[in-house]
């Protein structure tokens, strides 16, 4: 059983984002750059941390704007790394940038991040990670396990006997329409 659905479910931190969003698809660009933005961050943090400090990272990073994001230099980078909302960390405040630039590039190979996406699904988490290390920064394979999971890219984000798994069900993810099974997490 996935233990984030064993504390998740009426924890004041946890709840909101264990029901409502957790493994259920999404293809809004923002949506996809929060998530990708929100595992960066994650990395050696708990994820109580990140999603305490969710909505200060999101005013720091524009709503999730890629093009705004991608136009930001020097200056706005030492702005964030001092913006106590955020995880100030030097080499994640720089991949994030840069990867709203490499999102940006999405959209003329692949008419955008949600098409990347499909462009390449399924695959297997391996190959994810292969392909996410040669396309964009700071994104090794815990990083890009969850944010797959948590967009219904990858099965397992929730244990089988969990309410919301069958919710994600109905919701048709890519892993499902592939013919994949929901399994909980390796």
Not at 66 to 86: E, H, N
Request: charged share 25%.
């Amino acid at each position: 059983m996935s233990t984030y659905c064993a504390i998740a479910p009426g924890h004041p931190v946890h709840h909101t984002y264990h029901a409502t969003e957790y493994g259920f698809p999404a293809r809004d660009e923002p949506v996809l750059f929060e998530r990708l933005v929100l595992e960066i961050m994650q990395a050696g943090l708990s994820w109580e941390t990140i999603l305490k400090r969710r909505e200060g990272m999101r005013e720091a990073f524009a709503g999730y704007d890629v093009d705004t994001v991608a136009a930001w230099g020097d200056g706005d980078a030492a702005r964030l790394l001092g913006d106590a909302r955020i995880i100030r960390n030097r080499l994640k405040v720089a991949a994030i940038l840069e990867n709203a630039r490499r999102i940006q590039g999405l959209r003329a190979s692949h008419g955008g991040f949600a098409g990347w996406l499909d462009a390449h699904h399924p695959r297997t988490k391996p190959d994810w990670v292969s392909l996410f290390r040669t396309t964009f920064l700071f994104t090794g394979g815990e990083i890009v396990g969850e944010f797959l999971m948590s967009l219904g890219y990858l099965p397992g984000a929730h244990a089988e006997d969990c309410p919301v798994a069958r919710r994600i069900r109905a919701a048709r993810p890519p892993w499902l329409t592939a013919g994949a099974r929901l399994a909980p997490k390796a």
